[in-house]
Nanobody, 123 residues
Framework: QVQLVEFGGGLVQPGGSLRLSCAAS????????MAWFRQTPGKEREFVAG?????YYLDSVKGRFAISRDNAKNTVYLQMNSLRPDDTAVFYC???????????????????WGQGTRVTVSS
């Protein structure tokens, strides 16, 4: 059973930066495709960024967010720059056992989820 724990959320001013981390345990991390999703009240969980053999991003975060992974540390990161108020959400880390060339953008393809970390962008 894989467990995922997110860190790094918080309150940041518009234009600021945050780095989210997701530590995995209980599985073979390097075999998984990893992704970050986010969710706001009343909305479905939204794909933000994923990393498999390649990376893939939501259009609205391209050029601002960067996903990376350190297999030696069993950790995936999301560096978020130029944050905007509409980035405010709970961010979730997810792992997909069926690692393909391109990470899936569908939440139901992911087998394991973290508990989420809240990011608030506000002045």
């Amino acid at each position: 059973q894989v467990q995922l724990v997110e860190f790094g959320g918080g309150l940041v001013q518009p234009g600021g930066s945050l780095r989210l981390s997701c530590a995995a345990s209980g599985g073979t991390f390097s075999r998984y495709a990893m992704a970050w999703f986010r969710q706001t009240p009343g909305k479905e969980r939204e794909f933000v960024a994923g990393i498999s053999r390649t990376t893939y991003y939501l259009d609205s975060v391209k050029g601002r967010f960067a996903i990376s992974r350190d297999n030696a540390k069993n950790t995936v990161y999301l560096q978020m720059n130029s944050l905007r108020p509409d980035d405010t959400a709970v961010f979730y880390c997810a792992a997909d056992e069926d690692r393909q060339l391109v990470p899936s953008i569908r939440s139901y393809d992911y087998d394991y989820w973290g508990q989420g970390t809240r990011v608030t962008v506000s002045s």
